[in-house]
């Protein structure tokens, strides 16, 4: 049994709870009941980690002072600030009342609502069994965050936000990046972990903790510019961390992101482009061949598959999709990967790199194409028809999956419950007569104010889930849309007018190394692509 977590102030805890009851209720402040709570897996027994909400009989919740809050660090607003998180088994001073627990264990658990009686009892062990619809271990998935840091926390609230939270949203790997802004980064708590703090909170959370930095460039404080882009398990930081003098208010405008990208990579580093493509140097990187991933919905809103991502993919391009959740984990967000190997981080990276993946903030994925996995390229000959077998589950109702093919959505399947969780299946064969990619995903988000709203999760955030794609060639030809091709040589060529209107350069020279990544990108891509117009 473990009683690491233990309350560290009985006393004051102990009057919080009756504090919040008495004021609760407004009657006489009731007995309190010693409790030992215990979230297990209900198949197995094993002892499972979790998030937990207990409610009076007027459904008021109670306070929970012994537990670490899941919402710290965030404001308020979201429905994340009503759980708290079990890490492992905890005593906690409960009323001696009718309560209701609620808890869950990151994504593939049923929700379990259980009431207890502790009326007239000082010492009670409370089980509370956890139905796990999806064990990602027998799918040889392993989940990961790519994109965090923690601020304006002490150094033992950062601690524990480590060991506890990761732990409990049942995750498996964990990156936590370094990055700087001028005067503000002095509150940026996760700045001052070194490898051997990683190592040591990795033994204490049972989560594998990597290192990263965010390599990043604006023009002006917080709006577009270069872009910004993670690059994990890097051996030193590339410098500098942040580029221009929108976010250091010193220096210029005049080294690209391609030239920390391509440092970092040839120590080994893995990059993946942050916050969708927001940044101008997005296209170009991944034309260029120097993206590893692209983290979708990490820390933003400005997203649209259909618009952003799919036109990457329709002109022949391997784009991994991942993601995470920048400053603190105000999301279920995670990205799966397929793992045959042992779990280190070289190799989890390196799974993610070859596109075994997908991102979701709620429903689980399973998807083959023919034998191909996702990631996998499968060779047809001429028109051929493919047979798709995918399944999605997840505790809340997403409502449908689908197929996507070449970015058109060409088969769905609704949601049906199962238990106390939800599943669309695939089974059915699809006509390809062109090469292109073949993904699954829910309906994307609908992130705008206005428009009809898509399903929320448990802490309030949209609902999102997509593989990333099986690549499809025809008789060994890759996808391409020379419409999209021609869009994203437009993009690039208003990429360079920004850059000379906006960017500060201490010489011509610089301008060019800058203005430099996009007429490459540009120059490769007509290269590859003959038929494209100078
Ligand atoms: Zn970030």
Redesign the pocket.
């Known amino acids: 049994m473990n009683w690491e977590i233990n309350v560290r102030n009985p006393g004051v805890a102990c009057a919080a709870v009756m504090l919040a009851v008495l004021v609760a209720s407004g009657n006489k402040p009731s007995e309190t009941c010693r409790t030992m709570l215990q979230i297990v897996d209900a198949e197995s027994g094993e002892h499972l980690a979790g998030i937990i909400q207990i409610r009076n009989q007027n459904g008021e919740r109670l306070p929970l002072p012994e537990l670490f809050k899941r919402g710290t660090g965030l404001q308020g607003g979201f429905p994340i600030h009503e759980w708290s998180v079990l890490p492992s088994n905890v005593v906690v001073d409960l009323p001696a009342q009718q309560l209701t627990v609620d808890v869950l264990s990151g994504l593939e658990t049923e929700r379990l609502s259980q009431p207890i009686d502790l009326t007239g009892k000082s010492d009670e062990e409370v089980r509370l069994p956890l139905v796990r619809f999806f064990r990602r271990k027998e799918n040889r998935q392993v989940s990961g965050n790519t994109?965090l840091?923690l601020m304006k926390l002490s150094r033992d609230d950062c601690d524990r936000y480590l060991r506890e939270i990761p732990r409990s949203d049942d995750l498996d790997v964990l990156f936590l990046?370094y990055?700087e802004r001028v005067t503000a980064d002095r509150e940026y708590t996760s700045n001052h972990y070194n490898a051997g703090d990683l190592a040591e909170l990795t033994l204490q959370s049972g989560v594998l903790l990597g290192n990263g930095e965010?390599h990043r460039h604006n023009f002006a404080g917080f709006g577009q510019g270069y872009g910004?882009v993670?690059l994990l398990n890097i051996e030193q930081l590339v410098q500098p961390v942040s580029i221009g003098p929108g976010i250091m208010k010193t220096g210029t405008d005049g080294i690209p992101l391609t030239r920390g990208i391509q440092q970092a990579r040839d120590h080994g580093a893995t990059a993946i482009w942050?916050?969708n493509v927001f940044g101008l140097e997005a296209e170009s990187n991944w034309i260029l061949g120097r993206l590893d991933a692209m983290n979708i919905y990490?820390?933003g809103r400005r997203a649209g598959f259909k618009e952003r991502f799919y036109p990457l993919l329709n002109i022949g391009l391997k784009v991994p999709f991942s993601t995470g959740t920048?400053?603190f984990m105000y999301d279920f967000s995670r990205v799966y990967v397929e793992l045959e190997k042992p779990l280190t981080v070289d190799n989890w990276l390196d799974g993610l790199s070859t596109g075994r993946s997908y991102i979701t903030n709620g429903p689980l994925f399973r998807f083959k194409v023919n034998e191909a996995a996702i990631g996998d390229t499968l060779d047809l000959a001429g028109t051929d028809a493919v047979s798709v077998s995918g399944q999605v589950e997840g505790r809340i109702d997403f409502e449908q999956a689908e197929i996507v093919l070449n970015g058109r959505v060409v088969a769905t399947a609704a949601t049906r419950k199962v238990g106390e969780h939800f599943r669309a299946e695939f089974q059915q064969t699809i006509t390809v007569d062109e090469p292109g990619w073949i993904a699954l995903r829910i309906p994307p988000p609908n992130l705008r104010d206005a428009g009809p709203k898509t399903p929320t999760n448990e802490f309030g955030r949209s609902l999102y889930g997509h593989t990333s794609p099986v690549y499809l060639t025809v008789d060994g030809e890759s996808a391409f849309n020379s419409r999209s091709a021609r869009a994203m040589l437009e993009q690039m060529r208003q990429a360079q007018v920004a850059i000379s209107e906006q960017g500060k350069f201490e010489s011509s020279q610089t301008k060019a190394r800058v203005l430099d990544v996009y007429a490459d990108a540009a120059a490769k891509l007509r290269k590859d692509h003959v038929a494209l117009p100078e």
């Open positions: 994109h840091h990046s990055l965010e910004h993670m942050c916050h990490d820390g920048d400053w």
